[in-house]
């Protein structure tokens, strides 16, 4: 029996506008049993269209690269089976981000948010980490900078996505930055928690939170981010930004 | 411009996300807010009539006692509940207080909501 055949209907832009974008429709066979969503966008791309333009890379839910819209929802289309999102009959929708600048198509420019994230002034690795370098006689970090990675956070930007505020303002630091500096504070390393929390502790940080919860809904790694911007605020009503008492 | 780039630009505030609680509470939190910010711009309106002598205002007190009005009391009393009692939800969360249930609290706050404005809408039109 022949794999089914899947309508796909792809946006298409060329560069950050996105008033000129449109949906393309693309029809390509796909093993629902088997396929990821990032398979059959492949599978477009090698066999339709080299100029579809998206993101990917690791394949297995690591970096959150490839975050895309499906069918309006944000997901991770390498680890989201084709039988969870399509029921076998009607067409499938994929966009790119919201509130991210589109590069071109489906591929989004992460840039802002990682420069916000790597604003923060936090150490690249642990203490006991740095400690580790120094032993073994590695005590240059310039090859890595001062960003930090938060461990359980893909990256992905799925939570800036799907936030209404981040829709309505460009500064607003976003629910994966927040989530960050909180994460940050509560191990400080060799970071400045007060500092971290004078960083957020304004209007475009946690106050612009409305509460809706869709970041820590769509978050494909369990970090929360929104309880994570209600315990940034319950630091500062604390006062922990003042009395350098965090975490 | 096309017609999907129009689209796409008109709903990028405000992206239908109709699996998630919290967004139907963010939606009618700001529907009602923008009520009551009407009704009270109304308010002074009519209060400004007062200026005119009692008998224009006693035209007004008339009306507003008419079925429709009372209608749009209900409807009125109606948003001020909901949006009190999701107030109360959004800052029990900020306070960190149910962060992990913040569907079924917007859950009680519709069903306390409903029953508030049945009971108002009873004492409004029929008691």
Do not use: K
Not at chain 1, 209 to 221: G, L, M, Y
Not at chain 2, 3 to 8: K, L, P, S, Y
Not at chain 2, 55 to 63: S, T, V
Not at chain 2, 87 to 107: K, P
């Amino acid at each position: 029996m022949p794999d089914p055949t899947i309508v796909l209907r792809v946006w298409r832009q060329q560069g950050s506008d996105a008033s000129n974008g449109r949906f393309e429709t693309f029809e390509v066979q796909a093993d629902p049993r088997r396929d990821s969503v990032l398979d059959v966008l492949e599978r477009t791309w090698a066999e339709q269209d080299h100029t579809l333009v998206f993101r990917h890379a690791c394949h297995h839910a690591s970096c959150g690269t490839c975050t895309l819209l499906v069918d309006g929802r944000e997901r991770l289309p390498c680890v989201t089976a084709l039988h969870d999102v399509w029921d076998g009959r009607s067409s499938m929708t994929l966009e790119p981000l919201r509130n991210v600048p589109v590069v071109a198509d489906l591929a989004v420019d992460p840039g802002v948010m990682l420069t916000r994230v790597a604003g923060l002034p936090l150490p690249y690795v642990r203490a006991v980490e740095a400690d580790a370098r120094s032993a073994s006689g590695v005590t240059d970090d310039a090859d890595v900078g001062t960003a930090e990675r938060f461990e359980d956070c893909l990256e992905c930007l799925a939570c800036v996505s799907a936030c209404p505020v981040a829709s309505g303002d460009p500064d607003y630091l976003g629910p994966a930055v927040l989530a960050a500096a909180d994460r940050a504070i509560e191990e400080p390393r060799s970071g400045d928690p007060a500092r971290i929390l004078d960083l957020v502790n304004t209007e475009h940080g946690i106050w612009q939170c409305r509460s809706v919860w869709s970041c820590s809904a769509v978050c494909p790694a369990g970090v929360d981010p929104a309880a994570r911007i209600m315990s940034l605020r319950r630091r500062v009503w604390r006062g922990d930004h003042r009395s350098g008492s965090a975490p | 411009m096309t017609r999907a780039g129009v689209r796409r630009r008109a709903t990028a505030w405000m992206t239908p996300r109709w699996r998630d609680p919290g967004w139907y509470a963010f939606v009618l939190n700001r529907f009602t807010g923008l009520i009551l910010v009407a009704y009270l711009l109304a308010h002074f309106v009519v209060l400004s009539r007062l200026t005119a002598g009692s008998e224009g205002w006693n035209d007004l007190l008339g009306l507003f006692g008419s079925r429709p009005f009372l209608v749009g009391d209900v409807l009125l009393v109606s948003a001020v509940i909901f949006h009190g009692l999701n107030g109360v939800r959004v800052i029990l969360l900020t306070l960190g207080r149910g962060t992990r249930r913040s569907g079924l609290m917007f859950g009680v706050v519709l069903v306390a909501s409903a029953a508030l404005a049945a009971l108002a809408a009873w004492g409004i039109l029929f008691a």
